[in-house]
């Protein structure tokens, strides 16, 4: 196994749900971190906890969804670290609605979030990945695998993310760099709480994935021996209550 120590990651949404699990577990692992989210209160408060463990923990309050936040990013740690270790994408929106009713520019809203932010992140961010023959995790949903009635417009930006990081792996497997998918069934999580609300249904986390679960598993493929690579990992919980 490898060790984590020293490492720098990002890890975008890491203010709430599986980015703050994800973040914090690394954290344990003595990664140096760079921790991205639009929350910037809620951001501060994962960075004081990593701070006690982790040996060094920066912070990005930004909107990643806005133009330019990507290269500022990337810019900040080539000039700190001149390179990469780990990307880990956790930030993305939700919505519900019948394809007949949900609008347009609500699925620009997901592309935009799920999709096209991730991607331009992902690109600025390669170039220092490569130097570090970094990793590269993909928070995905179950719904990037098989979509379900009433998320069409959610559904169709997880397919586009796996697709984008099935090519990616294909790219740049040869400069050694890992890519890793992880379809999470419900976690969780306060996006989940607030799908269960949209739902009308009766919120019961103890039934559900828990975000701890989910960081455990991709910090054990992060920490792989570094002749495997784990492309893939499926989650749900064990007892369905739904």
Do not use: W
Not at 177 to 200: D, F, N
Not at 227 to 242: F, H
């Amino acid at each position: 196994m490898i060790s984590l120590e020293n490492r720098v990651v990002v890890v975008t949404g890491a203010s709430q749900g599986i980015g703050r699990a994800i973040a914090l577990g690394l954290a344990k692992k003595k990664a140096v971190l760079f921790l991205v989210a639009r929350n910037g209160s809620a951001l501060q408060e994962v960075a004081d906890i990593a701070r006690t463990s982790s040996p060094r923990v920066m912070l990005q309050a930004a909107d990643l969804a806005v133009d330019g936040a990507d290269t500022e990013i990337a810019e900040s740690l080539g000039q700190e670290f001149g390179g990469l270790d780990g990307l880990v994408h956790c930030a993305g929106a939700f919505s519900m609605g019948a394809l007949e009713t949900a609008s347009v520019d609500e699925l620009d809203r997901l592309y935009r979030i799920n999709v096209r932010m991730p991607y331009g992140l992902t690109q600025s961010l390669l170039p220092l990945l490569k130097r570090r023959k970094g990793q590269i995790a993909f928070v995905n949903s179950s719904q990037g695998m098989q979509a379900r009635a009433c998320v069409g417009q959610f559904a169709a930006s997880q397919h586009a993310l796996k697709a984008i990081a099935d090519s990616l792996r294909d790219e740049v497997n040869v400069d050694g760099i890992r890519v890793l998918s992880v379809y999470c069934g419900r976690t969780a999580t306060p996006r989940m709480e607030a799908m269960y609300k949209l739902e009308g249904r009766e919120y019961r986390p103890e039934l559900l994935l828990q975000a701890e679960d989910v960081a455990e598993a991709v910090i054990n493929a992060l920490v792989m021996p570094l002749t495997a690579e784990v492309t893939n990992i499926t989650l749900r919980p064990l007892i369905k209550s739904y």
